[in-house]
């Protein structure tokens, strides 16, 4: 029996904008953070739109400088359908390199490592192919976004 292979098709460019970061503070396995969206781009030819304002990662930042990723917020496409997102990832690296970026520095997303799951609903037919299809994406962190490229998995 052959099994498929997985490949990657890429389906859009995702900017997500970020507002200050609030500090819950320690918890039981490290500093939960919740980091507010304010809104962004999703740029690709078969889903582009905005993200609106109003969802947050409620992110967990351990004690080995490791972050776990826990967002959810809301797109609208240029024709109209609401598309929730839910991604769920892991972001760390060297010591040095992460003291830049939560620093807010510039720092070269190949210095670290940055990737989600992405899950994504819809109830409009025109996207319900969204509904039942794999996500991943790679990320980047900047003082003010992330930005993320999207992966179907086939």
Same mark, same amino acid.
């Given at each position: 029996?052959?099994?498929?292979?997985?490949?990657?098709?890429?389906?859009?460019?995702?900017?997500?904008?970020?507002?200050?970061?609030?500090? !819950?503070?320690?918890?039981?396995? /490290?500093?939960?953070? #919740?980091? *507010?969206?304010?809104?962004?781009?999703?740029? %690709?030819? $078969? &889903?582009?739109?905005?993200?609106?304002?109003?969802?947050?990662?409620?992110?967990?930042?351990?004690?080995?400088?490791?972050?776990?990723?826990?967002?959810?917020?809301?797109?609208?496409?240029?024709?109209?359908?609401?598309?929730?997102?839910?991604?769920?990832?892991?972001?760390?690296?060297?010591?040095? !390199?992460?003291?830049?970026?939560? /620093?807010?520095?510039? #720092?070269? *997303?190949?210095?670290?490592?940055?990737?989600? %799951?992405? $899950? &994504?609903?819809?109830?409009?037919?025109?996207?319900?192919?969204?509904?039942?299809?794999?996500?991943?994406?790679?990320?980047?962190?900047?003082?003010?976004?992330?930005?993320?490229?999207?992966?179907?998995?086939?």
């Amino acid at each position: 029996m052959d099994i498929p292979e997985l490949g990657l098709d890429r389906l859009a460019r995702v900017s997500v904008e970020l507002d200050e970061i609030l500090t !819950v503070g320690p918890i039981h396995g /490290g500093v939960r953070r #919740v980091v *507010p969206i304010t809104g962004g781009r999703i740029d %690709g030819d $078969r &889903l582009s739109g905005e993200i609106l304002p109003g969802g947050a990662d409620w992110q967990l930042v351990h004690d080995d400088g490791s972050t776990t990723i826990d967002t959810r917020y809301t797109a609208r496409t240029h024709d109209g359908a609401l598309v929730y997102l839910a991604t769920s990832g892991v972001r760390h690296g060297p010591e040095d !390199v992460l003291r830049r970026l939560f /620093g807010g520095e510039p #720092v070269d *997303p190949r210095e670290y490592y940055f990737r989600i %799951g992405v $899950r &994504l609903e819809t109830g409009d037919e025109r996207y319900s192919w969204l509904n039942r299809t794999v996500f991943v994406a790679s990320a980047a962190r900047f003082a003010d976004a992330v930005v993320y490229d999207l992966y179907a998995l086939r």
